[in-house]
């Protein structure tokens, strides 16, 4: 497999005169490089250079809104409720968690909850955020409805991700960042792509069966939620799917479960609602970072299963991942992956386009 080889600043500023092009304000449009870039980074290709385009498009055709500033409509000393002003996620995003880093500073802990919001990218970029100043991060966001509840044939909820970040010594820190769906909706369309069954568990039929063939789930089945079946336990992943929609459509009083317009029909504005919260270790038990060091010990150093594959704790998968990009010089993009996007980027007379003259493989 041939990829790119393309440093983060190559990258970077691709994006945003790629954003800028279609009017974006720059600080915008840096805001939502940096949480694409993030993503390659952390090996989250799903969530980066790859989702560029639908950010072009969502600004091109005034689906989405290019001018204004989060604004504040209610607030207490530890929460507050946001109106994003429809505009780009990670401005939302980005806006909030510094809201609920600088309450967390004040009083312990800060709750923020937005809605007029759009797609913000990795949940876990603004977890971490929190991280960056010793305290304990979360990200909740609703999304378009693509999951299939235990026991029903309808999608009603989205893949709506949890973050939790909280920091150890020395740099470490626990990241956990994940989909309350089984399995990314991409996944499903590879396999579709390549003509390969689906491993069960994945996705369900029009009738809400377990199903190994990925077309029945892209046409009128869905994925299903953590666990899979409800003998396997996916009931668990329904009941965390439907938490996450509390915290952010039904507390933000924004667009939720079936309301939400459907993944890439971009006829009305998304709505979506976030949640994003802080907690200062500090107002609680002495020694958390400490602790923290301790619990992430503990579980890395359990004799692993197998002698091939050592046991990690969440994050590190996107730590490794990181190290290497940095050992390569870069992150190493798919080719046709850059192709499409330079190819978008001509359409809006960007210039320079992304450079592919180091070429890897892997």
């Not at 990241?175 to 568990?201: C, N, Q, W, Y």
């Not at 870069?330 to 190819?343: A, D, F, L, S």
Request: charged share 20%.
């Amino acid at each position: 497999m041939s990829r790119c080889l393309i440093s983060h600043v190559e990258v970077k500023g691709f994006i945003e005169r790629c954003m800028t092009a279609v009017g974006a304000k720059q600080h915008h449009a840096r805001s939502l490089a940096e949480v694409l870039v993030e993503g390659d980074h952390r090996g989250h290709y799903s969530h980066g250079l790859n989702r560029m385009d639908m950010y072009v498009k969502d600004i091109q055709t005034g689906i989405c809104a290019k001018d204004g500033e989060p604004v504040v409509e209610k607030e207490s000393a530890a929460t507050a409720l946001v109106d994003g002003r429809n505009l780009l996620g990670p401005v939302v995003g980005n806006f909030c968690m510094n809201l609920a880093i600088k309450k967390a500073k004040d009083v312990g802990i800060g709750w923020v909850v937005a809605h007029n919001s759009n797609h913000y990218g990795i949940a876990g970029y603004y977890a971490m955020q929190a991280v960056k100043e010793n305290m304990i991060g979360m990200s909740f966001t609703n999304t378009s409805p693509l999951v299939v509840p235990t026991r029903a044939k309808e999608c009603t909820l989205g893949t709506n991700p949890i973050s939790v970040a909280a920091p150890a010594k020395d740099g470490d820190s626990f990241v956990l960042d994940m989909a309350t769906s089984a399995v990314a909706l991409g996944k499903v369309e590879l396999h579709e792509r390549r003509g390969d069954p689906i491993p069960e568990g994945w996705g369900c039929d029009p009738l809400g069966k377990i199903t190994t063939d990925p077309k029945e789930v892209l046409t009128g089945g869905g994925l299903v939620p953590v666990g899979g079946s409800e003998d396997t336990g996916g009931y668990k992943g329904y009941g965390l799917g439907m938490m996450v929609e509390v915290f952010c459509g039904i507390l933000a009083g924004a667009q939720y479960s079936k309301y939400i317009r459907t993944w890439k029909v971009t006829d009305r504005v998304a709505n979506l609602g976030q949640c994003f919260v802080a907690i200062n270790p500090e107002n609680f038990a002495p020694g958390f970072s400490d602790r923290m060091s301790d619990l992430l010990s503990i579980h890395r150093n359990l004799d692993p299963a197998d002698l091939d594959t050592p046991v990690l704790a969440a994050g590190d998968p996107e730590r490794m991942n990181m190290k290497k990009c940095e050992d390569m010089g870069g992150i190493p993009y798919h080719i046709n992956v850059v192709k499409y996007m330079n190819e978008c980027a001509r359409k809006i007379g960007v210039n320079p386009l992304l450079p592919c003259d180091k070429i890897v493989s892997g």
